[in-house]
């Protein structure tokens, strides 16, 4: 995304458009996004009170799967020389992820919360 994401940028571009009809074709499903400004905007809380949502503790990417992914492409991303040659790599990387190494990082998500609980909320190894 170019530009500033704000909450308004974030519920249209994302949720309206992406996860909302994604979570209705799927019943009981639970949407899991971090504490970042655009997500905790009154925004984006009114549009996703409609669905159920996961409760997540700031300033803990520790529990969230995404970030080792997005590690996981960090340390692959080749040097680029301009903001499309980025766009690019970024694409193509991201295409190329195992799945199974996603599919590891969602499967360790209860490890993780029980190393968190007995960290009594603190740092994990993860």
């Known amino acids: 995304m170019r530009g500033t994401l704000t909450g308004q ?5 994302i949720p309206r458009t992406h996860v ?17 400004c655009p997500h905790t905007a009154r925004v984006a809380q009114d549009f996703l009170r409609h669905f159920q949502t996961l409760p997540w503790q700031a300033r803990s990417p520790d529990l969230s799967p995404v970030e080792h992914v997005w590690d996981q492409l960090k340390r692959q991303m ?23 190494n996603i599919r ?9 919360v029980a190393a968190r609980i007995a960290a009594g909320g603190g740092p994990t190894r993860y």
């Open 9 to 13: 940028r974030y519920v249209e571009d």
């Open 78 to 100: 080749p040097s680029c020389h301009s903001v499309h040659d980025l766009e690019l790599a970024v694409q193509d990387l991201g295409a190329h992820l195992p799945h199974d």
């Open 20 to 36: 909302g009809p994604f979570l209705n074709g799927l019943p009981g499903a639970i949407f899991q996004q971090n504490n970042a």
């Open 104 to 112: 590891c990082l969602i499967n360790s998500i209860p490890d993780r």
